[in-house]
């Protein structure tokens, strides 16, 4: 399994971004997805997670309303759209997938995810 991140970038308060994560290896529908983030001098934090149904997903509640996340099997590509951004939004964001006993299961820590990807910054100025 081989994951790469991208759409980072710098951005304006107020605005929007839409990352992607590139999905090699992740085809079984047992994989659960996700996408977390980490601020220089923090510990990595969860931000979105999608079920491997795609029907099921979970943000956590600083980016409910302003992030969605979503996965287009197809392409074997996950996305995080990220509207109204904030300055506390700036860290590098991580995808990630790990295997779940059910297409339907929501998987949130860091230690439920085995594969992640290199990361990608996003830089919200205020």
């Known amino acids: 399994v081989q994951l790469q991140a991208s759409g980072g970038g710098l951005v304006q308060a107020g605005g929007s971004l839409k990352l992607s994560c590139a999905a090699s290896?992740?085809?079984?529908?047992?994989?659960?997805m996700g996408w977390f983030r980490q601020a220089p001098g923090t510990e990595r934090e969860f931000v979105a997670a999608?079920?491997?149904?795609?029907?099921?997903?979970r943000y956590v509640d600083s980016v409910k309303g302003r992030f969605t996340i979503s996965r287009d099997d197809a392409k074997n590509t996950l996305y995080l759209q990220m509207s109204g951004l904030k300055p506390e939004d700036t860290a590098v964001y991580y995808c990630?997938?790990?295997?779940?006993?059910?297409?339907?299961?929501?998987?949130?820590?860091?230690?439920?995810?085995?594969?992640w990807g290199q990361g990608t910054l996003v830089t919200v100025s205020s």
């Open positions: 999608i079920t491997g149904s795609g029907d099921v997903t």
């Open positions: 290896g992740v085809t079984n529908r047992h994989y659960g």
């Open positions: 990630a997938a790990g295997w779940t006993s059910s297409t339907r299961v929501i998987i949130t820590t860091t230690s439920q995810y085995k594969y």
